[in-house]
């Protein structure tokens, strides 16, 4: 999994059967230091309950579908985690 | 694998239920001789690692739920083992 920040939302007009009602929020990848690192992507939110501004840990694969239900969808990300708190220290 | 240092933890209270009671950690990535590459991962831990430790990282789906002993957890990246010493030959 990897951190990001949670900066849109997207609403589709039409999905693939079973992703129907399935928020999808636009994520921007955070890096070690929670510093923006690389191009926003779409991700389920497998939460239900992530919002804008929000830090979310999200998985990329076919992992991301099966934190989904049904999880035999077509997703690429999927956000897992609403991140509390994330404690560095550094080495 | 990955061989990385475990550089925190985090929290989260709403998570997939898979995720419910199970340590997370930070690891970031190092190359062959040890030098942190920049790129880090969050890893589910299943061999009670601590911050600073050098940590081997399972980075497979089906692997990670053989370890979790899970059949459809949303899981890829697990903490298989502590690392005492790489050498090079």
Known sequence: MLLGRVVGAVVPAVVYDGLEGV?????????????????TLVAADATRMAGPGELVCYEGGREAAMAL?????PVDHAIIGIVDDVVREPR | MIVGTVTGHLHSTIAHPFYRAKPLLLVEREDASGVPTGD????????????????????????????????????????????DDVTHS
């Open chain 1, 23 to 39: 928020p999808m929020l636009l994520v921007q990848p955070l890096d070690r230091s929670g510093q923006p690192d690389g191009r």
């Open chain 1, 69 to 73: 239900d049904p999880s035999f969808v």
């Open chain 2, 40 to 83: 880090y991962l969050i890893a589910v831990d299943t061999v009670g690692a601590g911050v600073g430790q050098r940590v081997l990282v399972l980075d497979e789906g089906n692997g990670a739920r053989q370890v979790m002993a899970s059949a459809d957890g949303p899981v890829r990246s697990v903490i298989v083992g502590i690392v």
